[in-house]
């Protein structure tokens, strides 16, 4: 932390760069990418926004929830102590926070009323502007 920092906030985490970001930006399957590196939480989140805009509730919820957890372990091995910021605009973090976006959509979808709450306040907390890139209201 640097000592001129806002010392009531802790620093932003910012995750490394997947390379299987690179994979499905590239065009590769989900889901091969998934299974070929299975700590990925974006190869998670994009098989779970696939399921949800394929009607797969159920599937999206459990992809969505792996690549959630995925991502909070990545989260806690660089300093993340369970709050503070993790910003939309470093794009390596964007796995975590379409993980969660994907996670609060199918527990919507399911009447999961509780955990969409959680979602939306643990993403707010992470970063506003992701509420809004996601089409959170």
Known sequence: MSLHGNLLEPESTR???DPAAAELD???DPAGVAA???SSSIAWAVL???ALDSGETVAAYAYARTG???ALDQLRR???KGFGPVPWSHEPNRGYLRACGALLRAAAAIDETAEVERLRTLIGDSDPAALAALGID
Do not use: D, F, K
Request: glycine share 16%.
């Open 36 to 38: 070929a590196s299975p």
């Open 15 to 17: 995750l490394p760069v």
């Open 48 to 50: 779970a926004e696939r």
């Open 68 to 70: 959630y957890h995925r």
């Open 26 to 28: 590239g065009g590769a």
């Open 78 to 80: 660089n300093g993340w």
